[in-house]
């Protein structure tokens, strides 16, 4: 399904390092599932997430939406290491990292610690 995706090979582990592939995994955040997407974020690539359903740990559909939403994230910041660092962070941090110093270069943004920590080491 990644493949099919156009989503780079080393991307393969991302749902090991996210969750060690288990389906019921549930983060500080209530992220849930191997692919840890937040309610807003898995709703808007498609997956039902209500009372009775959670597709966020339907292996299959969530990985189907993870290959979609990092393939978006690779268009919006035009970079592999930049989508993967909004994966983990959001996008806003993200962007907001790249306009207040003024650069989409992701290793100009890590000289300037313009990124968490936690997203830099997840990189």
Not at 15 to 31: L, Y
Request: charge should be positive; avoid cysteine; aromatic fraction near 14%.
């Amino acid at each position: 399904m990644l493949k099919k995706q156009g989503i780079p090979n080393y991307f393969y582990y991302l749902a090991m390092i996210e969750s060690g592939f288990r389906v019921k995994a549930r983060s500080h955040a209530n992220a849930v599932g191997i692919w840890q997407f937040i309610r807003g974020t898995a709703r808007r690539y498609g997956l039902r997430v209500n009372y009775y359903v959670d597709e966020r740990s339907d292996p299959i559909r969530s990985t189907i939406a993870a290959a979609e939403y990092l393939q978006d994230l690779k268009n919006v910041f035009n970079s592999w290491f930049l989508a993967i660092a909004a994966y983990n962070s959001g996008e806003g941090r993200v962007m907001n990292a790249i306009m207040a110093h003024g650069s989409r270069d992701y290793w100009h943004l890590v000289k300037k610690r313009a990124l968490p920590r936690e997203t830099r080491n997840y990189v």
